[in-house]
């Protein structure tokens, strides 16, 4: 399988990622850059079960946050209409993380390169930003075609992204611009994985999760469950 990063880059990998009342594990992950551009990530602990699994099953599934946005076109997007009766893997980060947002988003786009084209057509990868003041569309857009581009981006209010992240207990924290230059985004690391029987996420792809790995429950989360 071909890498999408360096391997210079893609050895950064940072768990971290989500406050999740439904595990009961509470994690989250601040990356940003300095103002000599040297990257920084700071992250606590992941739970026992995330670190040695990778992949987590909530006792209940997670219902899809009603989320309203501007997609990387420049036009509204309706996550819940959208992706309704779809496989989806919804992600929440912004383009200038230096290790996290990329490495994660390329894992994402080998694994879903691994399915027939004709399911790769089914599938909808969802990539909802953290920092909307600096990724606006237009960078939403050049940003995900590195990794395949028929990724969806959203981008807009950060309350509203904030409201809805909570919803599928992801933590997000507005960004901050310290008095050095350095910029910081706290965010959550994981993708939640939508059935489209139900419109709920049944898996949680923690950070770190290799392609392979993905690669291996496409199938399931394709037919709802029952591959």
Known sequence: MRSILPADVRRRRVVGGLALVAVGTAVLTSCGSSEDGRSSAATSAASPRAAESGVLRPDRPLPKPRLVLTDENGDRFDLVERTKGRPTLLYFGYTHCPDVCPTTMADVANAVRTLPAAERTKFSVVFV??????????RLKDWLAAFDARFVGLTGDFASVRRAA?????????????????????????????????DKAHLIFTAGVPA?????ALPEILKGGTA
């Open 166 to 198: 909570r919803t599928v207990g992801v933590s997000i924290e507005p960004p901050v611009k310290s008095a050095d230059g350095g910029y910081t985004v706290s965010h959550g690391a994981e993708v939640l994985a939508f059935f489209p029987t139900d």
């Open 212 to 216: 392979r790995q993905y690669a291996a």
């Open 129 to 138: 930003t953290t920092d909307p003041a600096r990724d606006k569309p237009k």
